[in-house]
């Protein structure tokens, strides 16, 4: 029987430990959260924190695993990679990993190699940056960020030196190795950040399942709640930005695996790409994309993990209008009452509800605090828009 080691168990990184139980395979669970719902599919469970790199080598020695998965995890993704590389299973190189998964780095990164790129400095203190900003001669508004997290965790915008306080302390906050990065904001030239996830064969990228990435207007901006196809950008662009993508792995060495993706183009047409995590997407991204292809993308991540041949047909269908969208709350508290309206009821092709009434909530700032998510089929691309755009007119959320 293969053995897999699966680092994390949260709700979002349930569905690859559901399929590799399916196909027959062992699975060995590592996460520092107990209570996590994946030790329930798990044949074997170790209390271990998925960023111990040494410390799950010596697990994966001990159970002789033959597998190596950090599924929707950007902080585990380079223990996969250690783990993989120190004992020749399927893998990407350890350091282009840490690259992809450190912001600091992957500006560095992009910089040097002569793609486009936002001026961007990393500080462990607040008053340097300080000093290091008027320096530099950094023009306002300018992004904040955690150089490690994910879901978009402590992310914000200031438009002036006197915003950095409760900025800079937030992302630190939600920085692992305590180091924020500051680059100047990129104006979008499009309505929607383009998000969604690749999957690499071989070193090429054999699906490019691109998708526009909706966030809240008031609450969290830069936080996702939705995503859905088609993409609302010309082919010219789409191309453009698969060559680039391609550009960046075959520089890196990235051989396989899947990508969670997040690029833009600015007013001048001009492609940045902000992130490419060497991992699946949150928020249920890969069944959205199967639904959308029939592409199975948890399951080429857990075979390919095993070194198992792969067959992935590139092809996003023109006439398909789906979308998913993150229940969440604007209040900390108790929830009372959440209601799909009967104008939503139609388009719901499946729900997935992570909260009870009576549950404890808070306020909607990280992927994390999520109360559910609901997968949508529309008729048009003009039904598809409208509801997107208006959400909160058909999902209410009550919390005292």
């Given at each position: 029987?293969?053995?897999?080691?699966?680092?994390?168990?949260?709700?979002?990184?349930?569905?690859?430990?559901?399929?590799?139980?399916?196909?027959?395979?062992?699975?060995?669970?590592?996460?520092?959260?107990?209570?996590?719902?994946?030790?329930?599919?798990?044949?074997?469970?170790?209390?271990?924190?998925?960023?111990?790199?040494?410390?799950?080598?010596?697990?994966?020695?001990?159970?002789?695993?033959?597998?190596?998965?950090?599924?929707?995890?950007?902080?585990?993704?380079?223990?996969?990679?250690?783990?993989?590389?120190?004992?020749?299973?399927p893998s990407n190189p350890y350091e282009s990993v840490r690259i992809l998964t450190k912001k600091d780095l992957f500006r560095k990164f992009l910089k040097k190699h002569g793609f486009n790129c936002p001026k961007a400095e990393s500080f462990y203190y607040k008053e340097e940056a300080i000093r290091e900003l008027e320096k530099l001669e950094f023009e306002y508004p300018l992004m904040v960020k955690p150089i490690d997290s994910s879901g978009s965790k402590g992310v914000n915008r200031i438009n002036s030196i006197n915003e950095l306080d409760e900025a800079f302390e937030l992302a630190l906050v939600n920085s692992k190795e305590k180091i924020v990065i500051i680059e100047e904001f990129i104006e979008m030239g499009h309505k929607h950040m383009i998000?969604?996830?690749?999957?690499?064969?071989?070193?090429?990228?054999?699906?490019?399942?691109?998708?526009?990435?909706?966030?809240?207007?008031?609450?969290?901006?830069?936080?996702?709640?939705?995503?859905?196809?088609?993409?609302?950008?010309?082919?010219?662009?789409?191309?453009?930005?698969?060559?680039?993508?391609?550009?960046?792995?075959?520089?890196?060495?990235?051989?396989?695996?899947?990508?969670?993706?997040?690029?833009?183009?600015?007013?001048?047409?001009?492609?940045?790409?902000?992130?490419?995590?060497?991992?699946?997407?949150?928020?249920?991204?890969?069944?959205?994309?199967?639904?959308?292809?029939?592409?199975?993308?948890?399951?080429?991540?857990?075979?390919?993990?095993?070194?198992?041949?792969?067959?992935?047909?590139?092809?996003?269908?023109?006439?398909?209008?789906?979308?998913?969208?993150?229940?969440?709350?604007?209040?900390?508290?108790?929830?009372?009452?959440?209601?799909?309206?009967?104008?939503?009821?139609?388009?719901?092709?499946?729900?997935?509800?992570?909260?009870?009434?009576?549950?404890?909530?808070?306020?909607?700032?990280?992927?994390?605090?999520?109360?559910?998510?609901?997968?949508?089929?529309?008729?048009?691309?003009?039904?598809?828009?409208?509801?997107?755009?208006?959400?909160?007119?058909?999902?209410?959320?009550?919390?005292?």
């Amino acid at each position: 029987m293969k053995k897999l080691l699966f680092l994390g168990g949260s709700i979002q990184q349930t569905p690859a430990l559901k399929y590799a139980k399916k196909r027959g395979y062992y699975c060995i669970l590592c996460d520092f959260l107990s209570d996590n719902p994946g030790r329930d599919y798990a044949d074997e469970y170790h209390l271990v924190s998925t960023t111990d790199q040494e410390e799950v080598l010596r697990i994966a020695k001990q159970t002789k695993i033959d597998g190596i998965i950090a599924f929707a995890s950007d902080p585990a993704a380079p223990t996969a990679a250690y783990v993989g590389n120190e004992l020749n299973l399927p893998s990407n190189p350890y350091e282009s990993v840490r690259i992809l998964t450190k912001k600091d780095l992957f500006r560095k990164f992009l910089k040097k190699h002569g793609f486009n790129c936002p001026k961007a400095e990393s500080f462990y203190y607040k008053e340097e940056a300080i000093r290091e900003l008027e320096k530099l001669e950094f023009e306002y508004p300018l992004m904040v960020k955690p150089i490690d997290s994910s879901g978009s965790k402590g992310v914000n915008r200031i438009n002036s030196i006197n915003e950095l306080d409760e900025a800079f302390e937030l992302a630190l906050v939600n920085s692992k190795e305590k180091i924020v990065i500051i680059e100047e904001f990129i104006e979008m030239g499009h309505k929607h950040m383009i998000g969604g996830d690749g999957f690499v064969i071989n070193g090429e990228l054999k699906f490019n399942g691109f998708l526009n990435c909706h966030r809240s207007k008031n609450l969290s901006p830069y936080v996702p709640i939705g995503k859905s196809y088609p993409l609302f950008l010309d082919n010219e662009k789409i191309n453009l930005a698969k060559k680039e993508i391609e550009k960046v792995l075959r520089i890196l060495g990235i051989t396989m695996g899947a990508l969670n993706l997040e690029l833009m183009f600015d007013k001048r047409g001009r492609l940045y790409i902000i992130e490419i995590g060497p991992r699946n997407g949150g928020n249920m991204i890969p069944d959205l994309l199967e639904m959308i292809t029939g592409v199975n993308l948890i399951a080429a991540t857990v075979e390919a993990a095993l070194g198992n041949e792969i067959k992935i047909i590139d092809d996003m269908p023109n006439e398909s209008y789906y979308s998913i969208y993150v229940i969440h709350s604007a209040e900390k508290g108790n929830l009372v009452k959440l209601d799909l309206k009967q104008e939503i009821q139609k388009n719901i092709v499946k729900n997935i509800i992570y909260k009870e009434i009576g549950s404890k909530v808070d306020i909607f700032d990280g992927a994390n605090k999520a109360l559910g998510i609901i997968f949508l089929k529309f008729d048009n691309l003009e039904e598809l828009q409208d509801k997107m755009d208006n959400m909160n007119n058909f999902v209410e959320v009550e919390v005292l």
